[in-house]
């Protein structure tokens, strides 16, 4: 992308996750919903918006009440960022934000895993570099 467009994109990503952070009247929009990224069209007349919701459960229903928002979300923006021409707003679950969680998952569950057989086969109340440990 060209700067501008990385401008541009940027300008509209902060300013969405701003009017989200506010919230939206819709029952079905639930949990932390965030603004990975947006993707422009060269020509600048589409932005892709990745969003991520947390908890992971209430992901569909939110994405759908986004949907239907999206034309409501489009003027907030338009109103905050002044370009000639908003481009038309798509909001996308962003799933590679979501293989990021399980992966950072499972590592935080290997971390676990490793310091609990460490624990058991060391001495209790010392840290991994052998210092006493206060607890806390």
């Known amino acids: 992308m060209r700067k501008r467009s990385l401008q541009i994109a940027s300008n509209i990503q902060r300013e969405l996750q701003n009017r989200l952070a506010r919230g939206l009247a819709d029952p079905r929009i639930k949990g932390l919903i965030t603004v990975t990224r947006v993707e422009l069209s060269d020509d600048l007349k ?51 934000h979501k293989a990021q969680m399980d992966v950072m998952a499972l590592l935080e569950k290997d971390r676990q895993e490793r310091e609990g057989r460490a ?16 607890g806390g």
């Open 119 to 134: 624990g058991a086969g060391g001495s209790a109340g010392t840290d991994s570099d052998g210092a006493q440990g206060d």
């Open 46 to 96: 589409h932005a892709k918006a990745f969003v991520s919701v947390m908890p992971e459960k209430h992901a569909k229903i939110t994405m759908h009440g986004l949907t239907s928002a999206t034309r409501r979300l489009r003027k907030d923006v338009m109103d905050r960022i002044h370009i000639k021409e908003m481009p038309t707003l798509r909001l996308v679950y962003d799933e590679g």
